[in-house]
């Protein structure tokens, strides 16, 4: 039964993709926020299409954490999952990634039309100052960013190395940054076509003024912060 579900919530995320793409290219001329609410919708679809057809749904602890200004968010990555429902979590946002999902046919189009930060990871440096500029114009258009230290998805149970690029624009833009924990690779998992049903949690917490901090200090605290908070997420 759980591969039918999955089949069939798979089938239906794929076919509206394309669709939703074509709509964010033709916001372009919008301001930036405008179309980061109308191409949400489709998130806000999925979550809904993923527990009409998977019974996988969330819960948000800490929810009263989200200031209300632009801030950057650095979350744990286990999943494809918190891609999507993050935008129906968080203000309008746009997110680091890597600059290789742009040619993604449709969605990596869609990504470039909603303004997102696609990063040269082996500039080293220049990316640092890339980010540091094109962060901060997001930040001013009134759009979060979302980035995951950590870079790529890891399996629950397991840390990866926190890299300082969220850390580096928040303390060089005097952002507040808002750490997330979350446990959606227990039931999403990387590179598997499998979702199982239940309840993933997401943990909010208190937001962290850059202001004035070092960049190794501050991803240390977000560090901390998350990778303590993973074990209690099954337990909540």
């Known amino acids: 039964m759980i591969r039918l579900r999955s089949l069939i919530f798979n089938l239906g995320m794929w076919l509206t993709i394309p669709p939703f793409a074509l709509l964010a290219i033709l916001l372009i001329p919008l301001p930036a926020v405008t179309r980061s609410r109308i191409v949400g919708g489709w998130a806000h679809f999925i979550m809904w299409w993923l527990k009409l057809t998977c019974s996988l749904e969330y819960r948000v602890i800490g929810r009263e954490?989200?200031?209300?200004?632009?801030?950057?968010?650095?979350?744990?990555?286990?999943?494809?999952?918190?891609?999507?429902?993050?935008?129906?979590?968080?203000?309008p946002q746009i997110w680091v990634l890597k600059r290789e999902l742009l040619w993604l046919p449709f969605f990596g189009w869609a990504l470039a039309a909603l303004s997102a930060i696609a990063i040269d990871r082996s500039a080293g440096r220049e990316a640092l100052k890339q980010l540091v500029s094109q962060g901060k114009k997001?930040?001013?258009?009134?759009?979060?960013v979302v980035i995951f230290p950590e870079g790529t998805r890891?399996?629950?149970?397991?840390?990866?190395?926190?890299?300082?690029?969220?850390?580096?624009?928040?303390?060089?833009?005097?952002?507040?940054?808002?750490?997330?924990a979350h446990n959606a690779g227990?039931?999403?998992?990387?590179?598997?076509?499998?979702k199982r049903a239940g309840i993933i949690t997401v943990s909010i917490g208190k937001p962290i003024d850059a202001t004035?901090?070092?960049?190794?200090?501050?991803?240390?605290?977000?560090e901390e912060w998350i990778e303590a908070e993973m074990p209690r997420l099954n337990t909540l």
């Open 65 to 91: 954490n989200i200031p209300g200004h632009p801030c950057v968010v650095l979350a744990k990555h286990q999943s494809a999952w918190e891609t999507i429902a993050f935008q129906t979590i968080f203000p």
């Open 138 to 144: 997001r930040l001013q258009r009134g759009l979060w």
């Open 154 to 180: 890891i399996a629950p149970g397991e840390r990866g190395k926190y890299h300082i690029g969220g850390a580096w624009l928040a303390t060089h833009t005097n952002a507040t940054v808002v750490p997330v």
């Open 186 to 194: 227990e039931f999403w998992r990387k590179n598997s076509l499998l």
């Open 212 to 222: 004035g901090m070092k960049t190794d200090e501050l991803n240390k605290k977000v």
